[in-house]
């Protein structure tokens, strides 16, 4: 069933209607960067945003575990940024996300491919020397170039110090020594896959705002969903078997909202035309969307 012949109920308010408030007022703002032309494999995850949208149809807007509804909140969509590949598409970025640290107390930004973790901070943030980062992602995302595999590696020759950022979910046979030997020589804090068997996320997370925030930073928040096992994520193409659970993700992603210092999420890495029927990969995604957002609500309480 699509979701435009999902049932009306007046008593169960859906959560993709709540994305229509006023942009003065929004605690939370939304939007759309459909990046995909420099994706090392090809990959149609310029459809992306618009299918999360959609998926937030399955929703309502409530959270039982916090007593929470995101109806007490303001939250606006800014649209989606048009063509926002490549130099002039990363000057569209920035240009679209200048004004929402004044406007708004979190940015959620819909990718589109990883490239965007670049584009979208370097636009808030004209210094990023000032912010710290935290990854959740399988790779490590120091190639050369410019590529979906060299945001973090773009912002660290832009000004990002190693020293404040947090990769949570490295998995093995992902990256490459050489890739790993980077992010050492960098000193940027690698949690892998391995050690997460063993930690929670919560007590992950912490840490991670911890160093991405000290000295009174704020922070970048990068949820790469191919951090997730295969099997809950197939619409990720360099998910691997063995990631996180989808009930990790959220958890992160809640915490990351509900944290202050967390100016910008970003969702990524998603490529909505090879989802599975259930929509199991895009549905996640739009829990994260919400997550977010409720952690922004818990700040009050």
């Known amino acids: 069933m699509s979701a435009s012949r999902l049932p009306h109920d007046p008593k169960w308010t859906r959560s993709n209607t709540i994305f229509s408030g006023p942009r003065e007022v ?3 703002a939304l939007i759309g960067i459909p990046a995909h032309e420099v994706s090392l494999s090809t990959t149609s995850a ?13 929703y309502s807007t409530y959270s039982s575990a916090h007593n929470i509804d995101l109806r007490d909140i303001g939250l606006c969509d800014l649209g989606d940024v048009d063509s926002p590949d490549h130099e002039l598409g990363e000057k569209k970025v920035a240009f679209a996300v200048a004004e929402v640290r004044a406007a708004h107390k979190l940015l959620i930004a819909l990718g589109g491919d990883n490239s965007i973790t670049y584009s979208v901070a370097a636009g808030m943030w004209p210094d ?31 000004g990002l110090r190693g020293q404040n950022i947090v990769q949570i979910g490295i998995s093995d046979f992902a ?36 160093i991405a925030g000290s000295g009174g930073r704020e922070i970048y928040v990068d949820l ?28 992160a992603a809640f915490l990351a909202g509900a944290d202050a210092r967390v100016r910008a999420i970003d969702i990524t890495e998603i490529d909505a035309t090879l989802d599975a029927p259930d ?23």
Do not use: F
């Open 224 to 251: 790469d969903v191919d951090v997730c096992d295969r099997a809950v994520v197939p619409a990720c193409p360099a998910s691997v078997p063995g990631g996180i659970s989808a009930d990790e993700l959220r958890q």
């Open 26 to 28: 929004a605690d939370v």
């Open 175 to 210: 990256n490459s020594r050489e890739y790993s030997l980077r992010a050492k020589d960098e000193g940027i804090h690698v949690v892998t896959r391995d050690v997460l068997r063993n930690r929670p996320m919560a007590d992950v997370m912490e840490e991670a705002l911890e």
């Open 279 to 301: 929509q199991r990969t895009i549905r996640l995604a739009a829990l994260l969307v919400l997550e977010a957002a409720c952690g922004v609500a818990s700040r009050a309480n």
């Open 128 to 158: 990023v020397s000032k912010i710290g980062l935290i990854t959740l992602d399988a790779h490590h995302d120091l190639r050369d170039g410019v590529s979906n595999g060299s945001p973090v590696w773009r912002l660290i020759q832009a």
């Open 46 to 58: 310029h459809q992306t945003p618009g299918a999360i949208r959609e998926a937030l149809a399955r």
